[in-house]
């Protein structure tokens, strides 16, 4: 169980290319490695919870509205998230459990600005029992 | 895979292939396109070329790179009436640009107040992920006036002088602002974030005038050898992200509502006179001039800083405005659109754009006068010249002498067109030219365009002292974190001096003047 993660080489921005053994876990290693992206994971604490509804018609859609939804968080209320649990709701709908805190300049050092999680090459798929989802980030 | 084929020393065209409406034209020599003809950027140029009302072709400038969506280094523009607008052509960083700044100070008056400066306007000017702004966090009534006024909104707020405004591409506030098209999310995001850096490849450079390439030129610029220069390059910050991507998604919706065949989702579209693209463009010029309004309050804190330091006051320090071009973004402008082959003005030899014949001093690139004359005027440039919509990402604005939207200053010089390199080489000052206006829709590159993953640029310089290494060549950095400066190194970019060297000889701008850096701030 679980999921595993590679780096596109991709020339100006990041790309990442996932691989899991469930959907949900699909979701929830791109949300982690995206935090970890920003800063180091580690270093955040689970103090404070908070829950996402993800509504979007298509599983790629789905994934980068998820990618997108903790960039806002992070950009407009300055929160990182330790944990990114997700559960299928159906195929329109996921719901999200994050666990993280607030900013703290004394503790965080945050590694990485990302603009948004783009559309381009943008793929949810299943291949022999596996999940598996590619994302490039605008950074 | 798609047939590419060379048409001079300058260009390749990709031919109408597939469901290409119009052929692509990449501007790059050999050299350039060894370095990008195995990655994504072409076939982003076709992918461009199939949506519909794109007119002449998909054009790509001398560092362009693989984006997302459109190529970096991509210009296209469309008919309006059955032409598309597409976020994916302006990209995240809505009117992400550069300024340029000069001064009355030259090398010897900064040099010993080098690493104060740096460090100042390291502690002063807001950088870094996350990093909040030089002005208290925006409200409704701010945001409603700034959307529409842009910097000229930041000058009535204290920073900056109205004679800046001249000199900034469209003054400062691209029309048809929609504040109320701007989401509450954007807002919030952008809230605290006016007058900082942001992170990445944005910076604040302190420069000299390393050499000046047309004299004539650069006294209409205002620059002379050894001048201190500052640049400027961020954008408009989360409040543009969250723009772009909230219509991204109003755009997908769209796309399958008009029918609109879409070869990468990112490229999602709306006809220009739709409500989804009207929608996107009134929000979309509001963001730009967020993002003139963040370069003003920026350049007011530079000058501040050099005040300070160096005890001068604003007279004496000189610190005025070049120019500001941006590089993200979609602007009606009004082009010749028919299909012509490449002419020369009116007084220039055949060959002479193309850099195999010498020009007759003092004409190149100059308009005829009368630029956009009245009905009945024979210029060349008015003649079947219709608005149309021009999508820029990652590609500079490089309008040529006399033309009405170039200021008044640079009547005679053409536009200035601001090309920053990397942090360690160097960084070019060029004008534009009546053949950039014919060809490319009045176009030209953005910067140096990158060569190296961020990643690869991380792992290439384990263990090197990076800033120690920049020291001993004289120039001094400050960063948020040195993960940037690893990623940003001067290798991981094109030699810039090459990239321009191409814009020239392709006709697309004459340069000016070289800028090398002595101080960098990285976001």
Redesign the interface.
Not at chain 2, 65 to 69: L, S
């Given at each position: 169980m679980g999921y595993h993660f590679q780096f596109i080489d991709h020339t100006a921005d990041v790309g990442i290319e996932f691989m899991a053994d469930s959907l949900e876990e699909l979701y929830q290693g791109g949300g982690e490695i995206f935090c970890d992206l920003v800063c180091d994971r580690q270093s955040i604490r689970g103090v404070h919870q908070k829950t996402l509804e993800i509504k979007k018609p298509s599983w790629e859609e789905k994934f980068q509205g998820l990618l997108n939804e903790l960039l806002y968080l992070f950009d407009a209320d300055h929160f990182l998230f330790s944990s990114v649990k997700v559960q299928v709701i159906n195929e329109e709908k996921l719901v999200v459990t994050l666990e993280g805190e607030k900013i703290d300049p004394a503790r965080h050092q945050i590694k990485l600005g990302i603009k948004g999680a783009t559309y381009h090459q943008l793929k949810v798929w299943e291949e022999n029992g596996k999940w598996k989802g590619r994302v490039i980030f605008d950074v | 895979m798609f047939d590419v084929e060379r048409i001079d020393d300058c260009r390749i065209r990709i031919p109408k292939q597939g469901k290409m409406r119009v052929e692509g034209i990449v501007y790059v020599d050999e050299i350039l396109y060894k370095g990008i003809k195995d990655?994504m950027c072409l076939q982003q140029v076709a992918n461009v070329a199939t949506l519909p009302g794109i007119l002449k072709a998909s054009l790509a400038m001398p560092d362009i790179?693989?984006?997302?969506?459109f190529p970096?280094g991509g210009v296209a523009a469309f008919d309006l009436d059955n032409g598309i607008v597409s976020p994916?052509g302006v990209?995240?960083?809505i009117n992400c640009g550069v300024r340029l700044l000069k001064s009355h100070l030259s090398l010897d008056q900064v040099k010993p107040e080098l690493k104060n400066l740096v460090n100042h306007l390291y502690q002063k000017i807001p950088s870094?992920?996350?990093s909040s702004g030089l002005h208290p966090p925006l409200s409704e009534s701010d945001y409603k006036k700034l959307f529409v006024q842009g910097a000229e909104w930041a000058v009535g707020c204290g920073f900056g002088q109205k004679e800046d405004l001249k000199h900034l591409e469209a003054e400062g506030a691209l029309p048809g602002a929609d504040p109320d098209g701007v989401s509450a999310?954007a807002k919030?995001?952008g809230a605290d974030q006016l007058g900082t850096l942001?992170?990445?490849n944005h910076f604040l450079e302190i420069d000299f005038v390393s050499q000046i390439f047309d004299e004539e030129k650069a006294a209409f610029l205002g620059l002379f050898p050894n001048q201190i220069c500052v640049t400027i390059h961020c954008g408009s910050r989360?409040v543009g992200?969250?723009t772009?991507?909230d219509h991204?998604?109003i755009m997908?919706q769209a796309s399958k509502k008009y029918g609109i065949d879409l070869p990468?989702?990112?490229l999602?579209c709306a006809p220009i006179g739709s409500e989804e693209g009207r929608r996107y463009l009134s929000a979309m010029a509001a963001v730009a001039n967020f993002a003139f309004a963040n370069r003003q309050v920026i350049a007011h804190q530079v000058r501040k800083v050099f005040g300070h330091l160096l005890k001068m006051n604003d007279k004496d320090l000189g610190m005025e405005v070049v120019y500001d071009v941006c590089h993200n973004i979609a602007k009606f402008e009004n082009h010749r659109v028919s299909e012509s082959p490449r002419t020369c003005l009116p007084g220039l030899r055949p060959g002479f754009f193309r850099g195999d014949s010498p020009s007759p001093e003092g004409v190149e690139g100059e308009a005829p006068s009368g630029f956009a004359g009245g009905e009945g005027d024979a210029s060349p440039y008015n003649r079947e010249e219709k608005k149309v919509l021009v999508h820029r990402k990652g590609a500079t604005r490089a309008f040529p002498p006399g033309h009405p939207e170039t200021p008044e200053a640079y009547q005679k010089s053409g536009q200035p067109v601001l090309i920053p390199g990397d942090m360690g080489r160097y960084s070019y000052v060029l004008v534009g030219t009546g053949q950039a206006f014919d060809e490319v829709f009045g176009s030209s590159c953005h910067g140096a365009g990158?060569?190296?993953?961020?990643?690869?640029a991380l792992k290439s310089i384990q263990g090197r002292p990076i800033i120690k290494e920049l020291e001993e060549q004289g120039i001094i950095i400050k960063a948020?974190?040195f993960?940037t400066i690893g990623e940003e190194i001067p290798e991981a970019y094109k030699d810039v001096a090459h990239v321009v060297e191409v814009v020239e000889k392709g006709g697309l701008a004459r340069i000016v003047a070289q800028l090398k850096p002595l101080g960098v701030v990285k976001?």
């Open positions: - | 990655d790179h693989w984006g997302y969506g970096i994916g990209g995240y960083d870094g992920v996350g999310r919030k995001r942001g992170s990445g989360g992200h969250q772009c991507d991204l998604g997908l990468d989702p990112q999602c990158r060569v190296m993953s961020r990643n690869k948020d974190s993960r976001g």
